[in-house]
Protein backbone atom coordinates (compact mmCIF):
# COMPACT_ATOMS: atom_id res chain seq x y z
CA UNK A 1 0.00 0.00 0.00
CA UNK A 2 0.95 4.02 -0.26
CA UNK A 3 0.18 6.40 2.47
CA UNK A 4 0.31 9.99 0.89
CA UNK A 5 1.02 12.99 2.63
CA UNK A 6 0.05 16.37 1.33
CA UNK A 7 -0.20 19.74 3.29
CA UNK A 8 -1.45 23.18 1.57
CA UNK A 9 -3.28 22.88 -2.10
CA UNK A 10 -2.55 26.34 -2.74
CA UNK A 11 -0.43 27.99 -5.54
CA UNK A 12 2.19 28.88 -3.31
CA UNK A 13 5.87 28.99 -3.95
CA UNK A 14 6.54 26.16 -0.90
CA UNK A 15 7.78 22.52 -1.23
CA UNK A 16 4.68 22.14 1.21
CA UNK A 17 1.83 23.80 -1.25
CA UNK A 18 0.35 21.55 -4.44
CA UNK A 19 -1.40 23.84 -6.59
CA UNK A 20 -4.98 22.72 -6.87
CA UNK A 21 -5.39 22.33 -10.73
CA UNK A 22 -2.37 19.27 -9.85
CA UNK A 23 -4.19 18.43 -7.25
CA UNK A 24 -7.29 17.95 -8.82
CA UNK A 25 -5.88 15.91 -12.11
CA UNK A 26 -4.08 13.29 -9.21
CA UNK A 27 -7.34 12.58 -7.44
CA UNK A 28 -8.68 12.33 -10.87
CA UNK A 29 -6.31 9.64 -11.98
CA UNK A 30 -6.23 7.89 -8.53
CA UNK A 31 -10.27 7.39 -8.97
CA UNK A 32 -10.46 6.37 -12.14
CA UNK A 33 -6.97 4.30 -12.36
CA UNK A 34 -6.06 0.67 -10.87
CA UNK A 35 -5.99 1.79 -7.39
CA UNK A 36 -8.42 2.14 -4.01
CA UNK A 37 -8.29 4.87 -1.64
CA UNK A 38 -8.90 3.30 1.33
CA UNK A 39 -9.70 4.51 5.05
CA UNK A 40 -8.24 5.17 8.55
CA UNK A 41 -10.38 1.98 9.46
CA UNK A 42 -9.20 -0.44 6.62
CA UNK A 43 -6.03 -0.06 7.67
CA UNK A 44 -6.70 -0.42 11.14
CA UNK A 45 -8.73 -3.03 10.55
CA UNK A 46 -5.89 -4.82 8.11
CA UNK A 47 -3.11 -4.12 11.22
CA UNK A 48 -5.19 -5.45 14.02
CA UNK A 49 -7.41 -8.54 12.46
CA UNK A 50 -5.80 -9.30 9.31
CA UNK A 51 -7.98 -8.13 6.74
CA UNK A 52 -5.95 -7.64 3.71
CA UNK A 53 -6.19 -4.55 1.84
CA UNK A 54 -7.19 -4.52 -1.58
CA UNK A 55 -4.69 -4.27 -4.34
CA UNK A 56 -3.17 -0.63 -5.07
CA UNK A 57 -4.51 0.42 -2.02
CA UNK A 58 -3.75 4.25 -1.33
CA UNK A 59 -4.53 6.25 2.08
CA UNK A 60 -4.80 10.01 1.38
CA UNK A 61 -3.47 11.89 4.22
CA UNK A 62 -3.09 15.79 4.96
CA UNK A 63 -1.34 17.43 7.84
CA UNK A 64 -1.44 20.67 9.90
CA UNK A 65 -5.43 20.76 9.62
CA UNK A 66 -5.07 23.59 7.23
CA UNK A 67 -8.64 25.29 6.95
CA UNK A 68 -7.66 24.85 3.25
CA UNK A 69 -8.12 21.40 3.46
CA UNK A 70 -11.61 21.72 4.02
CA UNK A 71 -12.02 24.79 1.83
CA UNK A 72 -10.23 23.28 -1.22
CA UNK A 73 -9.76 19.93 -1.39
CA UNK A 74 -12.58 18.72 0.09
CA UNK A 75 -14.66 19.55 -2.67
CA UNK A 76 -12.87 17.50 -4.91
CA UNK A 77 -12.32 14.12 -2.75
CA UNK A 78 -16.30 14.40 -2.14
CA UNK A 79 -17.18 14.57 -5.84
CA UNK A 80 -14.62 12.00 -6.77
CA UNK A 81 -15.56 9.95 -3.62
CA UNK A 82 -12.27 9.72 -1.87
CA UNK A 83 -12.13 8.85 2.02
CA UNK A 84 -9.33 10.83 3.22
CA UNK A 85 -7.04 11.56 7.12
CA UNK A 86 -6.81 14.99 8.07
CA UNK A 87 -3.88 15.16 11.07
CA UNK A 88 -4.91 18.06 13.35
CA UNK A 89 -3.36 19.44 16.50
CA UNK A 90 -5.87 19.81 18.77
CA UNK A 91 -4.38 23.05 20.37
CA UNK A 92 -5.19 24.88 17.31
CA UNK A 93 -8.86 24.16 18.21
CA UNK A 94 -8.49 26.34 21.63
CA UNK A 95 -7.00 29.61 22.25
CA UNK A 96 -3.52 27.88 21.59
CA UNK A 97 -4.49 28.84 17.87
CA UNK A 98 -1.70 30.20 16.08
CA UNK A 99 -2.53 34.37 15.70
CA UNK A 100 0.05 35.15 13.25
CA UNK A 101 0.38 32.64 9.98
CA UNK A 102 3.07 33.94 6.74
CA UNK A 103 0.49 33.21 3.84
CA UNK A 104 -3.54 33.83 4.94
CA UNK A 105 -4.14 30.16 3.05
CA UNK A 106 -2.17 28.77 6.12
CA UNK A 107 -4.75 29.68 8.58
CA UNK A 108 -5.77 26.60 10.24
CA UNK A 109 -9.11 24.85 10.13
CA UNK A 110 -11.90 26.06 13.18
CA UNK A 111 -13.76 23.30 15.40
CA UNK A 112 -16.34 23.95 12.56
CA UNK A 113 -14.74 22.79 9.86
CA UNK A 114 -13.01 20.15 11.37
CA UNK A 115 -16.46 19.34 11.69
CA UNK A 116 -17.22 19.59 8.24
CA UNK A 117 -14.39 17.30 7.45
CA UNK A 118 -15.63 14.57 9.55
CA UNK A 119 -19.71 15.21 9.15
CA UNK A 120 -18.06 14.42 5.06
CA UNK A 121 -17.63 10.82 6.96
CA UNK A 122 -13.39 11.45 6.84
CA UNK A 123 -11.39 11.25 9.17
CA UNK A 124 -9.49 13.06 11.78
CA UNK A 125 -5.99 12.06 13.88
CA UNK A 126 -3.69 13.86 15.95
CA UNK A 127 -0.81 15.56 14.94
CA UNK A 128 0.49 16.91 18.58
CA UNK A 129 -1.33 19.83 20.70
CA UNK A 130 0.58 22.45 19.22
CA UNK A 131 3.30 20.71 16.57
CA UNK A 132 5.91 20.60 18.97
CA UNK A 133 9.55 18.34 17.69
CA UNK A 134 8.33 15.61 20.23
CA UNK A 135 12.25 14.25 20.30
CA UNK A 136 13.34 17.62 22.12
CA UNK A 137 10.90 17.37 24.88
CA UNK A 138 10.86 16.70 28.65
CA UNK A 139 8.65 13.30 29.65
CA UNK A 140 6.02 16.04 30.98
CA UNK A 141 5.89 18.41 27.78
CA UNK A 142 6.13 15.14 25.59
CA UNK A 143 3.07 13.68 27.95
CA UNK A 144 0.85 16.80 26.97
CA UNK A 145 1.51 17.26 23.39
CA UNK A 146 0.56 13.58 22.98
CA UNK A 147 -2.34 13.04 25.73
CA UNK A 148 -3.08 16.60 25.48
CA UNK A 149 -3.93 16.15 21.78
CA UNK A 150 -6.09 12.73 22.62
CA UNK A 151 -8.46 14.67 24.73
CA UNK A 152 -8.85 17.48 22.93
CA UNK A 153 -9.56 15.74 19.83
CA UNK A 154 -11.98 13.47 21.54
CA UNK A 155 -14.00 16.06 22.94
CA UNK A 156 -14.23 17.72 20.02
CA UNK A 157 -15.29 14.04 17.69
CA UNK A 158 -16.77 12.36 20.30
CA UNK A 159 -14.63 9.99 20.06
CA UNK A 160 -10.43 9.10 20.23
CA UNK A 161 -8.30 9.67 17.71
CA UNK A 162 -7.09 6.30 16.58
CA UNK A 163 -3.81 7.55 14.32
CA UNK A 164 -1.04 9.78 15.44
CA UNK A 165 0.76 11.61 13.01
CA UNK A 166 4.29 13.08 13.98
CA UNK A 167 5.16 16.56 13.99
CA UNK A 168 8.25 17.17 11.15
CA UNK A 169 8.27 12.96 11.07
CA UNK A 170 10.16 13.27 14.46
CA UNK A 171 10.30 10.41 16.63
CA UNK A 172 12.47 8.12 18.56
CA UNK A 173 11.38 5.00 21.27
CA UNK A 174 10.69 7.19 23.45
CA UNK A 175 8.59 9.53 21.42
CA UNK A 176 6.88 5.63 20.39
CA UNK A 177 6.37 4.41 23.09
CA UNK A 178 4.18 7.81 24.55
CA UNK A 179 2.02 7.43 21.25
CA UNK A 180 1.61 3.33 21.47
CA UNK A 181 0.44 3.94 24.87
CA UNK A 182 -2.92 5.91 23.15
CA UNK A 183 -3.15 5.54 19.45
CA UNK A 184 -3.31 2.37 17.81
CA UNK A 185 -1.27 3.92 14.65
CA UNK A 186 1.32 6.14 14.27
CA UNK A 187 2.67 8.16 10.83
CA UNK A 188 6.09 8.89 10.40
CA UNK A 189 6.97 11.83 7.14
CA UNK A 190 10.72 10.20 6.88
CA UNK A 191 11.50 8.69 3.57
CA UNK A 192 14.25 6.29 5.01
CA UNK A 193 12.38 3.88 6.89
CA UNK A 194 10.91 0.76 5.20
CA UNK A 195 7.22 1.16 5.61
CA UNK A 196 6.69 -2.28 7.52
CA UNK A 197 2.91 -2.90 8.72
CA UNK A 198 4.15 -5.29 11.32
CA UNK A 199 5.44 -1.89 13.52
CA UNK A 200 2.77 0.32 13.26
CA UNK A 201 4.17 3.14 14.88
CA UNK A 202 6.17 4.33 12.51
CA UNK A 203 4.31 4.14 8.87
CA UNK A 204 6.01 5.92 6.02
CA UNK A 205 4.91 8.03 3.57
CA UNK A 206 5.12 10.00 0.38
CA UNK A 207 5.47 13.09 0.37
CA UNK A 208 3.99 14.69 -2.85
CA UNK A 209 6.01 17.23 -4.46
CA UNK A 210 4.32 20.21 -6.16
CA UNK A 211 6.29 19.61 -9.29
CA UNK A 212 5.56 16.40 -10.02
CA UNK A 213 4.48 15.78 -13.52
CA UNK A 214 0.78 13.55 -13.23
CA UNK A 215 3.47 11.23 -15.08
CA UNK A 216 5.86 11.25 -12.21
CA UNK A 217 2.66 11.24 -9.73
CA UNK A 218 1.37 7.74 -11.00
CA UNK A 219 4.85 6.74 -11.47
CA UNK A 220 5.45 7.11 -7.40
CA UNK A 221 2.53 5.35 -7.11
CA UNK A 222 3.17 2.11 -9.20
CA UNK A 223 6.75 1.80 -7.79
CA UNK A 224 7.61 -0.77 -5.45
CA UNK A 225 6.08 0.26 -1.43
CA UNK A 226 9.49 2.00 -0.28
CA UNK A 227 8.75 5.55 -0.03
CA UNK A 228 12.60 7.10 -0.83
CA UNK A 229 12.33 4.49 -3.78
CA UNK A 230 9.28 6.12 -4.73
CA UNK A 231 10.20 9.58 -4.39
CA UNK A 232 13.52 8.70 -6.60
CA UNK A 233 11.21 6.94 -9.43
CA UNK A 234 8.78 10.09 -9.59
CA UNK A 235 11.67 12.24 -9.71
CA UNK A 236 13.71 9.87 -12.60
CA UNK A 237 10.54 9.67 -14.13
CA UNK A 238 10.49 13.77 -14.54
CA UNK A 239 14.15 14.12 -15.65
CA UNK A 240 13.45 11.49 -18.17
CA UNK A 241 10.47 13.31 -20.00
CA UNK A 242 12.74 16.75 -19.78
CA UNK A 243 15.64 15.36 -21.42
CA UNK A 244 13.60 13.58 -24.19
CA UNK A 245 11.78 16.75 -24.74
CA UNK A 246 15.17 18.70 -24.98
CA UNK A 247 16.34 18.58 -28.60
ZN1 LIG B 1 2.91 19.03 10.54
Known amino acids: MKILMYHLIEDLP ?7 DRFREQMELLAGGPYTAVTEDD ?7 GRPLPPNAVLLTFDDGYANTVTTALPVLEQLGLPALMAVCGGYLTDQRPRHVPH ?3 ETADPD ?27 RALAWQTAG ?19 YGAY ?14 ALATDDHHQPDLRHPY ?3 RIQVDPGWS ?19 AARAADALTTTRATP
Open 202 to 204: ALS
Open 149 to 167: DHEALADLLGRPPRTFAYP
Open 214 to 232: LHAFRTALDSPADPAAAQR
Open 14 to 20: SPMAVPP
Open 104 to 106: PAQ
Open 172 to 185: DPRVQRAVAGLYPL
Open 43 to 49: LHTMLTQ
Open 113 to 139: QVQQWTASGRDVAAHSYTHRRLTALSE
